[in-house]
Nanobody, 128 residues
Framework: QVQLVESGGGMVQAGGSLRLSCAVSGRTSSTYILGWFRQAPGKERELVAVISRSGAFTYYRDSEKGRFTISRDIAKNMAYLQMNSLKPEDTAIYFC?????????????????????WGQGTQVTVSS
């Protein structure tokens, strides 16, 4: 069984930074694609960033490009989301998710249905 646990959320002022962490257990790090998603109140869950199995490839939504950085430490089975220049509209619950099926593909990893394990989420609140 794969488990994902997010941490690092909190409250920050606009323009500030936070670093989210995702600890993964039950699966070797290099065998799954990992994504960060977020869900704001009253809105659908949306993709924030994706990183490939090897860590060599990343994808970001346009609104996060240049502000957020996704990374992973394969040896530690950890993933991270560095968020800079935060805006009030970044306020949401942030989830990490793993696509562990052997058929999972990076090009499809923008869709939540590609992921089969999810963490419980961590709250990020950005005040203006």
């Amino acid at each position: 069984q794969v488990q994902l646990v997010e941490s690092g959320g909190g409250m920050v002022q606009a323009g500030g930074s936070l670093r989210l962490s995702c600890a993964v257990s039950g699966r070797t790090s290099s065998t799954y694609i990992l994504g960060w998603f977020r869900q704001a109140p009253g809105k659908e869950r949306e993709l924030v960033a994706v990183i490939s199995r090897s860590g060599a490839f990343t994808y970001y939504r346009d609104s996060e490009k240049g502000r957020f950085t996704i990374s992973r430490d394969i040896a530690k089975n950890m993933a991270y989301l560095q968020m800079n220049s935060l805006k009030p509209e970044d306020t949401a619950i942030y989830f990490c998710a793993a696509a562990t099926r052997s058929t999972a593909q990076f090009r499809r990893a923008r869709e939540s249905r590609e992921y089969d394990y999810w963490g419980q989420g961590t709250q990020v609140t950005v005040s203006s």
